[in-house]
């Protein structure tokens, strides 16, 4: 699970670029937005969602961890605090952006709808990777 989370964080981070980028060039460009490209998007923070979840609750450094002395500690409050807080709420607004895009007529105002809520979901996605421990990395 771990190792799924570990690579599946990298699909995440690419579809969602990928996303931000083509929805940029349709935006500029005065093109249909494309949903299909979005929902690459969506479905990679969905995934990613579940398997955090279930870690959270299987791993020791998930919600066993919830305690005053780990709140000192900034290591282990990023990871039963921080880094799932601001993962979903940095998924919430990706699903928000690609909901409401889904009911625009207007294509341009799809187009940037997508690119706000998928660039603030973004930021703060990388805002609380724990990258010192991060298997790609290390
Ligand atoms: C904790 C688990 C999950 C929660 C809470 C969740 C929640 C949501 C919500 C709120 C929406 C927006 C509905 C809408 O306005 O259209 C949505 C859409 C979607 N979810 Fe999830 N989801 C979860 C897991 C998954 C998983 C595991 C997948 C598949 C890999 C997935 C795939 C999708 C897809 C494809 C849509 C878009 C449907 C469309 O085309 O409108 N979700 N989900
Ligand atoms: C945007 C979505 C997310 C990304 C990009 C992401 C990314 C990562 C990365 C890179 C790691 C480090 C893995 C390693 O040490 O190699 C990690 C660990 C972890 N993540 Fe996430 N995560 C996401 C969402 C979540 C969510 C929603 C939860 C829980 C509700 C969660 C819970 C955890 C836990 C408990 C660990 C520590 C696992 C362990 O080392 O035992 N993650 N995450």
Redesign the pocket.
Known sequence: M?HL??TL?IV??AALVIAIVITLINYAGNKPYNRKIALLGLIS?HL??VI??V??FT????IQSFSGENMKNSLSRL?FLE??LM??I??ILITVGFSKAKRIVDQKKANQTVLIFYILGLIL?LSR??YS???IFN
């Open positions: 771990k989370h570990s964080a995440l981070l923070a990613q969602l955090g979840l870690l959270y791993s020791p450094l998930g990871y880094h799932p993962m979903i940095g998924i996605i990777i724990p421990t991060w298997s």
